[in-house]
């Protein structure tokens, strides 16, 4: 059971359980057998991540405080908005889309540089109904002090389509993948897009190793003194259809860097989340 200090703040709080989850085991083993096509995650392996639904669009997110939840802009508002949605769905404790605990949402926020267009600072907060942490349920941790710099066990997890060979398939069991974190000039080739802002965002995903459709929002993880951080939030990526994908792909995934916004997290909750 997950237990408390007496008189430790809400902040205090979550770092004492953050990150704490039976997968560590075997990530910190450098198991690199994953790939877009598989493998399910097993109940209880990722306690902080949350399904999320806003006004029909299926998402991924993280529980990162005891009333904040950390998502992608592009979840919660129309397209071409900047203005989040008035309505939000999210469950937690389960790896079944929109099943679990209901957490009931009370307020979304936006960054305000969040832009359609450039698809900039795409990263938004929701407050929710103050959860109760237990083994099943509690956040991932947070730090200032992590890099972009290049990684090979970098793990994400999301509701996303998964790949059979001859097109995607929706799924309502969270999946998981490694995706290593490339250095920022190979998410160069990316069509019409803005070339990526390597003091914002993460370029990621070799070969197969890739998010999707419907992983939007959720977490890009690494192990740091045997407790998973979230570095990245899920944003956008190529291939982005299936038309574009065959077995020679080599997908190109791109993250808002979660670092680079400590303070607007700070800030936007009152000082109840801190990155360490």
Not at 2 to 25: H, R, Y
Not at 39 to 63: A, F
Not at 168 to 177: C, G, K, Q, V
Not at 234 to 239: A, C, E, I, Q, R
Request: proline letters at 5%; one cysteine or more; hydrophobic letters at 30%.
């Amino acid at each position: 059971m997950l237990k408390f200090p007496s008189k430790t703040t809400k902040a205090e709080e979550s770092k004492n359980v953050c990150g704490i989850s039976p997968a560590l085991e075997k990530y910190n083993s450098n198991n690199t057998d994953k790939t877009i096509e598989g493998p399910v995650s097993k109940e209880g392996d990722w306690p902080w991540v949350v399904s999320l639904n806003s006004e029909g669009e299926g998402c991924t997110s993280t529980l990162i405080g005891e009333k904040w939840i950390l998502t992608a802009a592009h979840c919660v508002t129309a397209g071409g908005q900047n203005t989040p949605n008035e309505k939000a769905t999210a469950f937690a404790g389960s790896n079944e889309y929109l099943k679990g605990q209901n957490i009931p949402v009370e307020k979304i926020f936006v960054h305000s540089g969040w832009n359609w267009t450039t698809l900039s600072d795409d990263i938004a907060l929701i407050k929710v109904s103050k959860v109760t942490f237990n083994d099943k349920i509690h956040p991932i941790c947070l730090s200032s002090k992590l890099t972009n710099a290049p990684k090979n066990n970098s793990i994400a997890v999301g509701w996303g389509k998964t790949w059979d060979g001859h097109h995607s398939n929706f799924t309502r069991l969270l999946h998981e993948d490694i995706i290593p974190i490339q250095p920022w000039q190979h998410c160069t080739d990316l069509e019409n897009h803005e070339p990526i802002n390597p003091k914002k965002e993460i370029c990621a995903g070799k070969g197969m190793h890739s998010v999707y459709h419907g992983d939007s929002g959720g977490p890009l993880m690494v192990i740091v003194n045997n407790r998973f951080y979230e570095i990245g939030i899920t944003s956008w990526g190529l291939p982005a259809e299936d038309s574009q994908i065959n077995e020679n792909s080599d997908f190109e995934d791109i993250f808002t860097l979660i670092p680079a916004y400590c303070n607007w997290i700070t800030e936007t909750t009152n000082g109840e989340v801190k990155c360490e």
